[in-house]
């Protein structure tokens, strides 16, 4: 039995999966902010370059990868897949667990997959400059290298907190040429009010997407990049599950459980999508799906299912998705990728039809799997990667328990280099696991745009 599964350039996919049309219902329009009307793709014009939005609201299955973007996508694809079999003998599982290693881009995550296509697209229309939100940085140094390969300016909206926590994600950043601030900063109308309000503000991702809207609106020269949850992102990481099917194959197995980080959704419906299309047409009928976040930022697991603004000054079109609120403000977990208040709607759906299994997962449970992670495989991994690799391990104990062989996937979204500090802090047991209390959630919610019952 092979260890890796390396495909070779001339197996790199050359379109990506576009899950909606096989979705088991339609989902609920965008709307735009102004109007609350259905969202028409000519409202995005001033935001996106018109390729992107054309991608946002395709029904096609099946949509042509650029030969360029194919081009560039040969720097690091296709990515390895690898079998975790020392981790299968210390957890002394009769479980074969396989993990597909998005770790080993420019940027060392997942993030270029749908960065390259966006600045691509950017350039083509003459576009001189992009802005951005990131978390804990990995969209924002993904960006940046993207920008970097089309001579874009990049501009980055870097949560504060992580900002603080991860000082050389900005070093990568900077290296690519970006700039890059701490959100929320005065530099913006949306920034400053969150700043007169808390001074201290630790920032979230729905800030820092505000104020990079908020900027991208007020240029003519200038296009927004958005990293997770809308379709076309979802859409272009759909590379990672096309290759891993065909890896999966090359080792004579398929899975039974399928699993993956969740904050917007991206890398887990990235791998996750071309799986759920075996499912969804009934050729795999039995394959199950596991989406695992933080339990500080518990959005599918704890929030709601209705109507609410990607972002927290209400720029963006309102999505049906699971929120917390489009005001809510998760602890300083390092995971900062996957502090996010809303996620992927078609994702949601998934969860509300009983096809995706949504799991919470405290921090210091998390960092204990990456370090387990890290002294049978030597990986050391990002902390949202660990999120996946904790269910991972539990999916493997219980068909330990069972006594049964299961077959388990999971996705490492980007590698743990820049999260050392965060790793120190756990093995010098200072470590916590922040809480979110349900009076919290509740507050955070009465700020939707439209009551939660509308559809």
């Known amino acids: 039995m092979f260890k890796r599964a390396l495909l070779p350039e001339s197996e790199l996919p050359d379109r990506w999966y576009n899950i909606i049309p096989d979705l088991p219902a339609a989902m609920p329009d965008p709307l735009n902010p102004l109007t609350m009307e259905p969202l028409q793709p000519e409202d995005l014009t001033s935001l996106l370059p018109q390729k992107v939005i054309e991608h946002e609201f395709t029904k096609e299955r099946w949509v042509e990868i650029p030969d360029r973007v194919r081009d560039i996508y040969k ?50 229309e003459g576009v001189r400059r992009l802005t951005t939100e990131t978390g804990a940085g990995q969209w924002g140094s993904a960006l940046s290298f993207a920008g970097a390969l089309f001579g874009l300016e990049v501009n980055v909206y870097m949560v504060r907190a992580s900002f603080e926590q991860k000082p050389y994600r900005k070093s990568l950043m900077r290296s690519w040429g970006a700039e890059v601030f701490a959100s929320p900063t005065d530099r913006t109308q949306a920034g400053r009010e969150i700043l007169e309000r808390d001074p201290e503000s630790p920032g979230s991702i729905g800030i820092a997407i505000s104020e990079a809207v908020e900027d991208a609106l007020s240029r003519d ?10 379709n076309n992102v979802l859409l272009h990481q759909s590379v990672i599950g096309l290759e891993a099917k065909k890896q999966m194959e090359m080792m004579g197995e398929y899975p039974d459980v399928v699993i993956g980080c969740v904050g917007g959704g991206s890398n887990y419906a990235g791998l996750a999508y071309p799986f759920m299309y075996d499912r969804l047409t009934g050729e795999r009928p039995k394959t199950r799906f596991v989406a695992a976040e933080p339990a500080a930022c518990p959005t599918l697991t704890r929030g709601i299912l209705a109507y609410d603004y990607p972002d927290t000054a209400g720029l ?4 049906y998705m699971h929120t917390l609120g489009h005001n809510f403000i998760p602890g300083k977990i390092h995971a900062g990728g996957l502090r996010y208040h809303g996620d992927a709607p078609s994702l949601c759906m998934l969860v509300e039809q009983g096809l995706v299994e949504a799991r919470a997962m405290e921090q210091t449970d998390v960092f204990a799997a990456a370090i387990r992670f890290a002294r049978s495989e030597g990986f050391v991994i990002a902390p949202e990667s660990s999120h996946g690799l904790n269910a991972a391990i539990i999916e493997a104990l219980a068909a330990r328990e069972a006594g049964e062989e299961r077959v388990i996937l999971f996705n490492i979204s980007g590698h743990g280099n820049f999260d050392l500090a965060a790793f120190e802090s756990f093995l010098a047991g200072t470590l916590e696991n922040p809480d979110v209390s349900d009076e919290q959630i509740a507050a955070s919610l009465r700020g939707l745009p439209v009551p939660a019952d509308v559809a």
Not at 316 to 319: A, E, V
Request: glycine content about 4%; proline content about 11%.
């Open 221 to 230: 020269d200038t296009k927004f990049a958005l990293g997770s949850i809308m």
């Open 75 to 124: 720097i690091w694809r296709p990515s390895p897949l690898c079998r975790a079999e020392r981790l299968e003998r210390a957890l002394d599982t009769p479980a074969h667990i396989y993990f597909k290693f998005e770790g080993v881009s420019p940027s060392g995550s997942h993030k270029p997959n749908t960065a390259v296509v966006q600045a691509y697209y950017a350039a083509e």
């Open 316 to 319: 963006t079109p309102p999505l």
